[in-house]
Structures are given as C-alpha cells and as structure tokens.
C-alpha cells in the first residue's frame, strides 16, 4: 500500500512536473530556474542585507524606516532577510504596550493570542510594503532556534513542559503538528499555535510579489538554547520536519520560494575535521551532530534553495592561530564557501550565502573582499551580509532601548559586533561593488 502510494505520487509529480503548460508565476515573483532565480524571465543575482527583528521592525517612526529602505536601495540591495515572528510573554505584555514595542504574538500561561493591530503586524505589513516601493524584496522566516524575540524554545516551554530538551520541536506530535494542520491535535488550542501563526503569515502576504521566499526556521539545530537528546543528530528527524512542513506551506502557497533558513551544515560519511596543535578539535560542521544533511535537505522537492551562514569566528573559538592550526578564519570562509557552491551544482539549485560575518572592523576589511569574491566567482554570488547598519536614525532623539541589550545609540541601529555602516567605507565598498557585479548578471 505505502509502496503503490508512493509510486503513484511519484508519477504524478513527474507528469506535473513534465507538462509544457505549467502555470507561469505571477508577475514580478521571483522562481528557480536550475542553479539560478529568474525574475519576469531574466536571471535575478543579487546582494540582499539582513535587519533582524531587533530593530527595522521594531522602528516606530516611519520618516527611518523610509531612511533605511533608501540607504539600502543606494547600496544596490534587492533582497532584505528580516524575522516573521516575535512573540512575547504575557508578563511582558504590560511593558511592551507602554513602550509601543512591536509584537506579533503573546504566550501567556492560557493562551496564545494573534497582535494584527498597530503595534503588531500591521508594522509588518508596512515594513514589506516599503520594502517594495524602493524595488526590495523580503525573506521571512516563521521561527527562530534560537530565544530572544519568541523562538521555538516558547513553543517548547509552553506545549511540551518544562525540563525537555530542544529537539522535541521536531519530534513532539503536538508541537510538530502546532506547525501544520493536524485534526488529531486541534483539541487543545495552544497545540496549533505555530500552525496558526504560519497559516496567518502566509496568508496574509501570500499574493504580495514583495515577498522573496519563506523560511520555515532560522538557523534549526538539534540543540538550542536547551540542550539536544541524541535523538536528533544523524537520524534525519529535522529532514522529515522540513519536509513536513514545506509541503504544509507549498499547500498554502504554490507561488512562493521555500527555503530551510539552516546554517548549511553537512552531513558527510567522510567529514572535515580541524587540528590544532596536532590535536583533533572538530569537526562539527561536516558530520551530522548539528541535525541538518545539507545535501539532501536541498534536495527535498519542497526546499527551492539552499542557505548556509558563515562565522567561523564564533564556531572556532579562539582557534584562529594559523600557525599552529590548519586553518584561519579566512581559509575556513573559503572552504565553507567552495563546498556550498559544490552541493549546489550536485543539486542544480541555487544557494544563497545568507548571513555571514566577523568580529573587528579589521577583521571585516581583511576578510570579506575574499569570501565575497569567491561566492561571486562560484556563480553562487547571492551574499546577505550580516547585519545592515543605520546611522541617523531620529526616533527617540535617536537614543532607545528596544529590547535586551538591542538599542539605538546616537542615532545608530543595534550593534551587535557584525553590523557595517556606511561610514565604514571600504566594508561598505565591498558589497556595494558586488551588487554592480550582480545588477550586471541580471539582465
Ligand atoms: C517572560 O519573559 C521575560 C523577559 O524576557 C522572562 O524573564 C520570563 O522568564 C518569561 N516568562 C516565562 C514564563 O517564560
Ligand atoms: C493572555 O493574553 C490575553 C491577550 O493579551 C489576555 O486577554 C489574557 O487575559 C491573558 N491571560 C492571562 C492569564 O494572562
Ligand atoms: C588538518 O590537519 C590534520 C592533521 O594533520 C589533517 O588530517 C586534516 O586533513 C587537515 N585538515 C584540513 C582541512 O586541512
Ligand atoms: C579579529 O580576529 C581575531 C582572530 O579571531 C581576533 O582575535 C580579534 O579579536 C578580532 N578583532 C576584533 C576587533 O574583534
Ligand atoms: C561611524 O559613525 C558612528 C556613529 O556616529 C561612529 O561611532 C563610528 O566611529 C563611525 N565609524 C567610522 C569608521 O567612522
């Protein structure tokens, strides 16, 4: 029975697939086409910016937002990556309506209750209109790994308990099925919350050409700010959860890009490990424990392109002592690179580098003109630097606390060590130099 199903869906794909009359995409959404985007029949290379949730939509003045659209659409960006979700916590609640903090949902011991007000996703909604007037197209992703801003450890807490570890968001019934529909689990409200909430979201902006594509889950790991089981590295459980819940989105919206929104991590039966000081340090990346198979997660129908992310700086520690170790943070950007660009020409899709970044403006200077001209001599040249800055910003006289450490300071959105600014001219060059490169391939 699983057996003629399966065939019988296999041939259905193919003949869909295989038929000359396929549907067109609507005008101006972008599509895949082999290893590369095509928009209205053109290729589509681009250099996109990251602005996470922690400020663009958290910005309440709209003359900024206006400032910070412009400044990116001078610098030649055409796509912006920022978070579809931010959750709050019912004794946050209070707080956050008296500080007009932006907030999409809140969690409370209860319920889980949808903000589509001013304060809520109508800042959303304005913040990819925006986008679109200065010719900006915008990832969002739906959840997050990691805490902060709402993020699945809430989804965790709140469905499955205290006291568990990450990875029951990929194997908890209730919580995988919070994400998509399930009957079995609409018993209890909060089981579908992440269900609804994705359901609202593509929903909502699924006929808008401003959207770029769907992420179903920034940077999903086995572990997160809980620790892991060993249930989750190499057994393929966030392979089934992607692919769970790909198909639950293609359903919703055929028109729309999907992707992982992973960190690109591979999971090779020969993996890649670094020495220093002739001792084995790791080797983490290349060999499973991280949850993801790279490969095959590209290759599932469902996920139309690939992301990886790149900080070596972070991952290694204080390993980068190229002497006595066989690799540098440049070096090890370079390989990580190469071998993305490898798994997309294996899997005839694109791959975007889509969050990368260095501690030290040094660092930055020395390091990026490299990793962007490799990505860019792959052919797989989409790069979205981590993280855009703004200078000038007026709100508040320019001085607010948003939320955590996350502030305005004279003026400058949050600083988080990897954020560039325009004044940081020869950073600043160096991806507006690549969009003139890419703005070249896209006709
Ligand atoms: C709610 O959020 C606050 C602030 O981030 C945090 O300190 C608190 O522990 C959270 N409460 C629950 C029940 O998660
Ligand atoms: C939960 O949040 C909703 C929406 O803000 C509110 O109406 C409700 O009273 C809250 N419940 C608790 C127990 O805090
Ligand atoms: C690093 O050095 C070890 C030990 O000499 C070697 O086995 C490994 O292949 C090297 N890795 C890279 C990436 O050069
Ligand atoms: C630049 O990178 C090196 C090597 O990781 C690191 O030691 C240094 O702290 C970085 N510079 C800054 C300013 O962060
Ligand atoms: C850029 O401007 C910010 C904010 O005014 C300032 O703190 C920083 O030193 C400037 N950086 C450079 C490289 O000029």
């Not at 295989?18 to 959404?29: E, H, N, Q, R, T």
């Not at 709100?395 to 939320?403: A, F, Q, V, Y």
Request: hydrophobic share 40%.
């Amino acid at each position: 029975m699983r057996f003629l199903l399966s065939s019988l869906l296999l041939f259905l794909s193919i003949t869909v697939g295989a038929s000359p009359g396929a549907p067109k995409p609507p005008k101006d959404f972008v599509t895949p086409k082999g290893a590369s985007f095509q928009l209205n029949g053109k290729p589509f290379a681009f250099v996109g910016a990251n602005s996470y949730a922690r400020w663009l939509p958290l910005l309440q003045r709209q003359d900024d937002i206006e400032a910070t659209f412009k400044e990116m659409q001078g610098a030649g960006i055409k796509v912006l990556r920022t978070w579809g979700f931010n959750a709050i916590n019912g004794s946050e609640l209070a707080d956050a309506k008296k500080s007009g903090l932006t907030y999409y949902q809140v969690w409370n011991s209860t319920e889980w209750v949808l903000n589509d007000g001013a304060q809520g996703l109508q800042r959303l909604d304005n913040i990819i209109e925006t986008a679109g007037k200065y010719g900006i197209k915008v990832i969002l992703a739906f959840t997050n790994n990691w805490v902060g801003y709402g993020g699945s450890e809430l989804y965790i807490n709140w469905i499955a308990g205290a006291g568990k570890t990450h990875d029951v968001f990929y194997s908890d019934p209730r919580i995988v099925a919070s994400y998509r529909m399930s009957l079995t689990y609409l018993m209890h409200h909060s089981y579908i919350a992440l269900e609804r909430y994705v359901k609202t979201i593509v929903n909502r902006y699924k006929n808008s050409a401003n959207v770029f594509a769907w992420e179903l889950m920034n940077e999903a790991r086995c572990l997160g700010d809980l620790p892991s089981s060993s249930a989750c590295p190499r057994t393929g459980l966030l392979h089934d959860w992607y692919k769970q819940q790909a198909a639950f989105v293609r359903k919703l919206d055929p028109n729309h890009l999907i992707t992982t929104g992973g960190e690109g991590h591979f999971f090779w039966k020969k993996s890649i490990g670094y020495w220093l000081n002739g001792q084995f340090i790791s080797d983490y990346n290349f060999n499973g424990d991280a949850g993801e198979d790279f490969d095959g997660d590209l290759a599932l129908d469902n996920i139309d392109f690939g992301t990886y992310h790149l900080y070596p700086q972070f991952w290694y520690g204080n390993l980068d002592t190229p002497d006595r170790t066989n690799f540098s943070i440049k070096s090890w950007g370079l390989d990580w690179i190469k071998a993305h660009a490898d798994a997309a020409k294996k899997a005839n899709k694109p791959v975007i580098l889509e969050e990368f970044g260095v501690f030290g403006l040094q660092n930055k200077t020395e390091i990026y003109p490299e990793w962007v001209n490799i990505a860019l001599d792959t052919k797989h040249g989409w790069i979205m630097p981590w993280q855009f800055g703004k200078l000038g910003l007026k709100e508040d006289g320019g001085n607010r606390l948003i939320k955590y450490a996350d502030a305005l300071i004279d003026g400058a959105s949050p600083n988080d060590g990897f954020t560039y600014y325009k004044n940081q001219t020869a950073v600043w060059n160096v991806f507006t130099n690549a969009a003139k490169v890419q703005a070249a391939r896209s006709k």
